[in-house]
């Protein structure tokens, strides 16, 4: 490929099914070598397969990259809209007598196929050296009319020069009997047409390489760069399936990920620069290379993908932190009063550095949330005995003194109350994060007082211990 084009690249899903995380890489991938070189990012819909590919999953797909911020930059491309320059290239192979007309019978492919098979060589064509009859009006396929002899070279950016040789890869089809194209000639037509540069893609399509180099080099087109990125293992590294969790994308929206913390979590899966763990997406793009993807599968780690996440939530502005989170309440069915929500979003700057996921965060503000009275916890009232009932009522009145309703201000208050009972905290902590959350998670002491608001966190209090509010 020549080194003076522009640099496009492709990310070109079947819309058989969601989104996979492995998909999500691949465009990952392509998107920041486009952005590293100051080129161009696309997306193709590869949907010539009528019967498996569904609106619902095209939609899946276009919903998983916007979510991942990795949109194409120009308007996205249908394989199946694209049939006449498919078949327009076949009539130019066919001018050209790279590709013929066959005729083949079901019965006569199967004969050659086990006498191929036995011979140890690729399929031929009984059609590949002989010219139709003008009798011959029947089915028929077209084929490519492969080199017999040499070999073919890949030179793959991440694993180095493949090679494979000729003999051994058969005569394919590239238009059905129905006329219908095929798989790898309407990928090397479309991306050519595209102006692909670099096809960054899985490495179950490296055995395809070779059988569209050949095309390219018949229709006298410019090859593209190949990189094969290797598989995403699970943990105990088998191949990813369901029973590691999550696959799509959408599941992992749906369990509290945060996009950025996707892209740069993924980003890590195969490629990294140095130790470097968390990176913005400015630094990935200046740092990435294509040559430095590893040739080793990856391994999903949930434990970092869990600290990445934390990581970007505690970045992560509050009011969309509030805005996610509150989405979540609504399809947990818990919607939030309009004092609870305000209360929602004033705890969340306060509680989010415990939080790995926004599932997490959501549970961690459902304390403030609950109306009053509350229904305390058996913990809880087992606790609430008529010493600490008393503590509790001391303590209310201390922490009602302080003219400033912050954590800075609080904590001393609390610490001061303890010294002055002479008891350590776990003397009548526990007692007051229940009272505060009603039996919920919840952050530590002064987070929780500060998140309820002074009027809320000492009328919670009152309930609990039997005075007026």
Not at 86 to 101: C, D, P, Q, T
Not at 152 to 162: E, F, M, S
Not at 342 to 356: I, N, S, T
Request: hydrophobic letters at 40%; aromatic letters at 6%; a negative charge.
């Amino acid at each position: 490929m020549s080194d003076r084009r522009p640099v496009v690249t492709r990310f070109a899903p079947s819309p058989t099914g969601f989104l996979h995380i492995g998909g999500a890489r691949t465009a990952l991938f392509n998107w920041l070598y486009a952005r590293h070189t100051g080129g161009t990012f696309l997306v193709r819909i590869e949907d010539t397969d009528r019967e498996r590919s569904t609106p619902e999953a095209v939609q899946a797909i276009f919903d998983g990259l916007e979510w991942l911020g990795l949109t194409s930059d120009r308007e996205t491309v249908f394989q199946a809209s694209r049939a006449p320059a498919h078949v327009a290239a076949v009539e130019a192979l066919l001018a050209k007598g790279r590709a013929y007309r066959c005729y083949m019978t079901v019965e006569e492919l199967n004969a050659e196929r086990e006498t191929s098979r036995a011979e140890g060589r690729a399929i031929r064509s009984l059609w590949r050296d002989r010219e139709a009859g003008a009798g011959e009006n029947r089915p028929y396929t077209v084929r490519f009319k492969g080199p017999l002899t040499g070999e073919t070279v890949i030179a793959d950016l991440i694993k180095g020069d493949v090679t494979l040789q000729n003999k051994e890869l058969d005569d394919l089809v590239l238009l059905r009997s129905d006329g219908s194209p095929t798989y790898n000639l309407a990928v090397v037509v479309d991306d050519h047409d595209m102006g692909v540069t670099h096809i960054i893609r899985g490495d179950d399509h490296l055995n395809n390489a070779a059988r569209q180099a050949l095309i390219y080099e018949a229709l006298d087109w410019e090859r593209p760069a190949f990189a094969h990125l290797p598989l995403i293992h699970g943990p105990d590294g088998a191949k990813l399936s369901k029973r590691h969790g999550a696959q799509a994308v959408g599941e992992f929206a749906d369990m509290g990920y945060l996009p950025e913390a996707m892209r740069n979590y993924l980003a890590r899966l195969g490629w990294g620069h140095g130790d470097d763990e968390i990176f913005s997406d400015a630094q990935a793009i200046e740092w990435f290379e294509v040559s430095d993807v590893g040739a080793s599968p990856a391994r999903l780690d949930w434990a970092k993908l869990n600290h990445v996440n934390q990581h970007y939530i505690r970045l992560a502005d509050d009011a969309r932190l509030a805005a996610l989170v509150e989405t979540i309440h609504h399809d947990r069915q818990v919607p939030p009063s309009d004092a609870g929500l305000a209360r929602m979003r004033a705890a969340v700057p306060l509680v989010k550095e415990g939080a790995q996921t926004l599932l997490q965060l959501a549970d961690l503000t459902l304390f403030v949330m609950k109306a009053r009275p509350l229904d305390l916890d058996d913990k809880t009232r087992g606790l609430l005995t008529d010493e600490t009932k008393a503590r509790l009522v001391r303590l209310r009145s201390a922490v009602s003194a302080s003219e400033d309703w912050t954590v800075a201000a609080l904590e001393p208050v609390i610490r001061a109350f303890a010294e002055t009972e002479g008891v350590g905290i776990g003397k009548f902590g526990p007692a007051l994060r229940g009272v505060l959350s009603g039996g919920s998670p919840a952050p530590d002491l002064a987070s929780a007082l500060v998140a309820l608001g002074r009027d809320e966190a000492l009328a919670r209090i009152a309930d609990a211990v039997g005075t007026d509010a």
